[in-house]
C-alpha cells in the first residue's frame, strides 16, 4: 500500500498581518490628506475665483451706468444749468427732479454727483450703509424709446421728450401726464417718443441681507425708476470704494485734473485756480475714476501678511492713504476710468 503525503498550507502570521495593516493604514492616510489637500485647494481657487469676478463685476456695472450720464434722448444741451437733485426723490413731485425748459438757459440734471468721505449722505440710504462711505449718483434717462401714446393718463413714472418739430415751442417736455408729452417728430405731426427718467445712487452696505446681519460687504444701489425708489444688493464682497473725478475747466472735452470732491473750497495744486468754481463743478466733470477694494466673503485657512490697499486716495498735504489689513481674508484692488461721452459731446 502506498501512501501519499499531503503539503500542509499554512496562513498568514500575525506578525505579517499586523505589517500589512500598518502597510494599509499608511496608505490610506496618505490618500485621505492627498484628497484633503487637493479638496482645500480646489475651495481657495473657487473663492479667489468669485472674488476677482465680484470685482470685475461690480467695475463692469459701474462704468456701465457712469457712461450712459447724462444721457437725455437726442437733446444735447450745450449751455445749461446743471441742477443736483436729490437721490431720494420719487417721481411724484417733477419740480424737484431738476428739469425746466427755458430759451435761453435750460435746467438739467447734472450726469453725475458724488459724495465724498465726511459729507452727509443721503437720508433715504437703508440701514447697514457703511459710515463715512462715498456714493455716487448717476442721472440720465433709460435707453429704450417709448410711444407716447402707450402710456396711461398719468403715470408715477416721469418722462422726456424731445421734439423734433421746428414750430415746438418747447425743446423738450418733462412729465407723468400722457397729455403734457405733445412735442412732434421732425413731420411735425408723429407724437414723438420720449424717455424715462432713472437716477441710481450706489452706496456701501456692511451686510448684504441686513435683517440677519449677515456681515457681507456689499455694494447697493437705490434707484428711482418707474416713478418709485427701490433698493437692491448688486455685487458681494466690496468693502471700500473711491471716485475720483476728471474736471475740464478750459471746455475742451479732456480733464485738466483729477479731484476727490469737485465742490471742495479749496483749489487742489493740480487744477487752474483761475478757473475753479465750486458752485458748477459737477457740470464739469468728463470722467469718473472708479476705484474698488473687493474681499473674499470666507477667510483662507492660512494667515495673511499684513497687506496695504492703495484706493488712489490723498489725504490734505498730497501723500496716499492706503488701507492696512492683517487677517485670514483676500483683497483686491480693481480700477478703471470711465469717460461720460454725453458730457464731453454737449461741450463742444
Known amino acids: ?30 490618500i485621505i490628506s492627498l484628497v484633503a489637500s487637493m479638496s482645500n485647494t480646489r475651495s481657495q481657487l473657487a473663492a479667489n475665483s468669485d472674488q476677482i469676478e465680484n470685482g470685475r463685476y461690480a467695475l463692469e456695472v459701474l462704468s456701465d451706468d457712469i457712461v450712459l450720464g447724462g444721457f437725455y434722448g437726442k ?12 437721490p431720494c426723490l420719487n417721481g411724484a413731485d417733477l419740480t424737484t427732479l431738476g428739469f425746466k425748459y427755458d430759451a435761453s438757459t435750460p435746467d438739467l440734471p447734472a450726469a ?10 443721503p437720508d433715504c440710504l437703508p440701514v447697514g450703509t457703511v459710515a463715512n462711505s462715498e456714493v455716487l449718483v448717476v442721472r440720465h434717462v433709460d435707453t429704450q424709446e417709448i410711444a407716447p ?11 422726456f421728450q424731445v421734439s423734433n418739430c421746428d414750430a415746438d415751442l418747447a425743446v423738450f417736455a418733462f412729465s407723468n401726464n400722457k ?12 407724437v414723438a417718443s420720449a424717455w424715462a427718467y432713472v437716477s441710481r445712487a450706489y452706496f456701501l452696505s456692511s451686510c448684504d441681507d441686513c435683517d440677519a446681519a449677515d456681515g457681507i460687504p456689499t455694494l447697493k444701489m437705490i434707484e428711482l425708476s418707474g416713478g418709485s425708489l427701490t433698493t437692491q444688493s448688486l455685487v458681494n464682497g466690496v468693502e471700500d470704494i473711491h471716485y ?29 485756480a483761475g478757473t475753479w468754481s465750486p458752485a458748477n463743478n459737477w457740470e464739469n466733470v468728463v470722467t469718473v475714476e472708479v476705484n474698488l477694494l473687493v474681499r473674499g466673503i470666507t477667510e483662507t485657512k492660512l494667515a495673511l501678511a499684513t497687506m496695504n490697499y ?35 459731446g454737449s461741450r463742444k
Do not use: W
Not at 112 to 121: D, I, K, P, T
Not at 179 to 190: E, F, G, I, K, V
Open 1 to 30: 500500500m502506498k501512501y501519499q503525503l499531503h503539503k500542509t498550507h499554512a496562513g498568514l502570521s500575525l506578525v505579517e498581518l499586523l505589517i500589512a495593516m500598518g502597510l494599509g493604514a499608511f496608505m490610506l492616510l496618505g
Open 179 to 190: 397729455a403734457n408729452l405733445t412735442l412732434r417728430d421732425s413731420d411735425c405731426s408723429t
Open 112 to 121: 453725475v454727483q458724488g459724495f465724498a468721505v465726511g459729507e452727509a449722505l
Open 75 to 86: 437733446y444735447h444741451a450745450g449751455v445749461a444749468n446743471y441742477t443736483q437733485p436729490s
Open 244 to 272: 475720483r473725478y476728471g474736471l475740464d475747466l478750459d471746455v475742451d472735452g479732456s480733464p485738466d485734473c483729477y479731484v476727490d470732491n469737485p465742490v471742495q473750497v479749496a483749489v487742489p495744486s493740480a487744477c487752474d
Open 149 to 159: 401714446g402707450s402710456l396711461s393718463g398719468t403715470n408715477t413714472a416721469p418722462y
Open 310 to 344: 492703495d484706493l488712489n486716495r490723498i489725504d490734505a498735504d498730497g501723500n496716499a492713504v492706503k488701507r492696512t489689513f492683517n487677517d485670514k481674508v483676500r483683497r483686491s484692488v480693481f480700477s478703471s476710468v470711465v469717460v461720460l461721452p454725453n458730457v464731453i
